[in-house]
Nanobody
């Protein structure tokens, strides 16, 4: 099992920046694809971003391209989501996820964190 713990969420104003962190423990972390997902009230969970084990491949959903950046530090067993120019529609619970198969994907993740709340006010 891989345990994932998100942190860094909070209440910010539109246009502000925020960095989320996800700390992993348990099984080998270095070779896992890591992703971020979010779920807004009353909506389905949606893919936000993903990164390959060595950081060479990154993928983002269209609504966050140019504003969000996913990165990872394998030595620290941590993945990050740097969010800038935040909008009210970014408000959601953000979840960190790990995928054992080393292919960047919007689906097929094996482990999930508990989520961290991000609220963006107007």
């Amino acid at each position: 099992q891989v345990q994932l713990v998100e942190s860094g969420g909070g209440l910010v104003q539109a246009g502000d920046s925020l960095r989320l962190s996800c700390a992993a423990s348990g099984r080998t972390f270095s070779y896992y694809v890591m992703g971020w997902f979010r779920q807004a009230p009353g909506k389905e969970r949606e893919f936000v971003a993903a990164i390959s084990w060595n950081g060479g491949t990154r993928d983002y959903t269209d609504s966050v391209k140019g504003r969000f950046t996913i990165s990872r530090d394998n030595a620290k067993n941590t993945v990050y989501l740097q969010m800038s120019s935040l909008k009210p529609e970014d408000t959601a619970v953000y979840y960190c996820a790990a995928r054992k198969v080393n292919i960047v994907s919007t689906t097929g993740y094996d482990y999930w964190g508990q989520g961290t709340q991000v609220t963006v006010s107007s």
